[in-house]
Structure formats: C-alpha cells, structure tokens
C-alpha cells in the first residue's frame, strides 16, 4: 500500500471508486458533488494505491485553525478491496497528519449507518444522527474524534500500535 497526494490524473479511478459504493453508501445526486469537489479540492486530497499501482482508495480532510478543528472529506474504498486494510490504513494516515496540527482538537466526519461502526472502532462518537439525511434509507451519522493533548499521545501510541 502507498499513500500519496492526490493528482488530477487520479480523477477518473477516484470517480470509479465512488460509483462502486453506489448505492449503499452514497446517493447518486453526490457524485456530482464529489466531481466537483476533485475538481477543485478544499483541501489535501490522497489516494492509497494497492500493490500493482492501482488506486483503490482515496480521502481528505479540510482543517480550520481557528475552530479547532479539521473535518475528514470524501473517505472512501473501492468496493472490491472492503475489508482489506485499504481504509484504515487512508484513516490512519489522515489522523496521523491532522494530530501533527496543534490547533486541531476535534475532527469531524459524516457519514452513514454502514459506515459509523468502523469510525466508531478509532474512538469517533456520534454526535447526531439524522434519518435519511443523505437520501431515503440512508442515515447521516455524524461523528466527531477529539484530540486534546493528552488524546493527542495516546491516540498516536495507538495508531502507530496498528
């Protein structure tokens, strides 16, 4: 596995990426969300390559110093390789990059009822859940990880540990 900044020749196997997690984890109406998004990114953007230099994953985050905070972007695994390592390796790699933030103290996701659980295993909490948030059947679950100092090292001993 390589983990890499995001390029935009990476678009369309990102793209294909999410369309292979339609439906059950994203509505349709977000793809054009998400294009737009990789067209102009808020933020850094990654992809996690599989051994024959393949994309099969890719994420972000978005941080705001003067909130304190960061927010994970547009996660995701090709449908092929779930239950792989593929996205707790691209979680990892994120939170590694956003505890190196000091003035980040709690990161923020949303996501769905499919997807809360494998949040919920690194320590994120919900927060709130919305019922079909996202589109009908699909709940939006947000999230939020904090990272005060003493969460900070302990969080790091943790995901190096993995």
């Excluded at 990654?46 to 705001?64: I, K, L, W």
Aim: glycine share 8%.
């Amino acid at each position: 596995m390589e983990f890499r900044p995001w390029t935009p020749e990476d678009a369309a196997a990102c793209l294909a990426i999410f369309r292979s997690n339609r439906p059950e984890f994203f509505a349709e109406y977000e793809e054009a969300e998400f294009h737009a998004f990789l067209e102009q990114p808020e933020g850094p953007y990654f992809v996690v390559t599989a051994a024959n230099d393949r994309v099969v994953a890719s994420g972000g985050f978005v941080v705001e110093p003067a909130a304190g905070r960061a927010s994970l972007a547009w996660g995701m695994v090709d449908r092929a390789y779930h239950r792989s390592g593929f996205g707790q390796f691209l979680l990892i790699k994120r939170l590694e990059l956003l505890l190196l933030e000091p003035r980040v103290m709690a990161i923020d996701l949303d996501t769905t009822q499919h997807s809360a659980g494998f949040f919920a295993r690194l320590g994120f909490a919900v927060r709130r859940i919305t019922p079909d948030g996202y589109a009908p059947g699909m709940d939006r679950i947000d999230m939020r990880l904090s990272v005060g100092d003493a969460d900070r090292a302990a969080l790091l001993v943790r995901l190096g540990a993995r």
